[in-house]
Structures are given as structure tokens and as C-alpha cells.
Nanobody, 122 residues
Framework: QVQLVESGGGLVQAGGSLRLSCAAS????????MGWFRQAPGKEREFVAA???????YYADSVKGRFTISRDNAKNTVYLQMNSLKPEDTAVYFC????????????????WGQGTQVTVSS
């Protein structure tokens, strides 16, 4: 298991940008696929973006073209750059790490951060 700590959330107006960071503990960060999920009040946790061990990015259709996921293995950190934010992006955003082959489902990830709130005002 790896310990994950998210940062960078906050309040932003629609059309604005935020950059989330997720710092991971341990020396084997490069062996994990990393993902970002979000959960709005009353809704299930949903996939936002993931980056594989080989640095291939994947995005939910709802954020494609607006969000960019990246990782810096030297800093044990994964980022989520969020541009053109919309009110419907409002949620708690969670960082996750997974050691298996899959990286699109909640069940694919064994380690989770505590979450960071993102609020987009209209």
C-alpha cells in the first residue's frame, strides 16, 4: 500500500483552472497506475482520469479536452490540470494508486487519498 495526500482544491469560477497534486509515499511510485476520481454529494464515485505505469493517459468523456493528467516519478507525484471548469465539475476529488492491470474502475485501485474539495461557481 502507498500513502496518498491530495492538495490544490478550492473555489473557482466557471471557466477557471485548478491544478490538483497527489504526493505518494514510498519508493515504488513508478510501479503504480495512478488515477483521479470524484464524488459529488448524493452520487457515486466516478472515474475522471488515470495514467498507466507506462505514462499513457485515459480520461472520462466528460473531462476529455479540458483536464490533463501527468506524473513525475522523481517526485512521487501525480497531477491533474483542470481547465475550463464547469459547475458540474464540483465534487471531492480523490487520488488513487493501483498495482494491477486495470485502472478505470474504483475496484482497480487499492490505495486512496483523503480527497480535496473542488467547487466551481457559476
Amino acid at each position: 500500500q502507498v500513502q496518498l495526500v491530495e492538495s490544490g482544491g478550492g473555489l473557482v469560477q466557471a471557466g477557471g483552472s485548478l491544478r490538483l497534486s497527489c504526493a505518494a509515499s514510498g519508493r515504488t511510485f513508478s510501479r503504480y497506475a495512478m488515477g483521479w476520481f470524484r464524488q459529488a454529494p448524493g452520487k457515486e464515485r466516478e472515474f475522471v482520469a488515470a495514467i498507466s505505469k507506462s505514462d499513457s493517459p485515459y480520461y472520462a468523456d466528460s473531462v476529455k479536452g479540458r483536464f490533463t493528467i501527468s506524473r513525475d516519478n522523481a517526485k512521487n507525484t501525480v497531477y491533474l490540470q483542470m481547465n475550463s471548469l464547469k459547475p458540474e465539475d464540483t465534487a471531492v476529488y480523490f487520488c488513487a494508486a493501483g498495482e494491477g492491470l486495470g485502472f478505470l474502475l474504483v475496484a482497480d485501485f487499492g490505495s486512496w487519498g483523503q480527497g480535496t474539495q473542488v467547487t466551481v461557481s457559476s
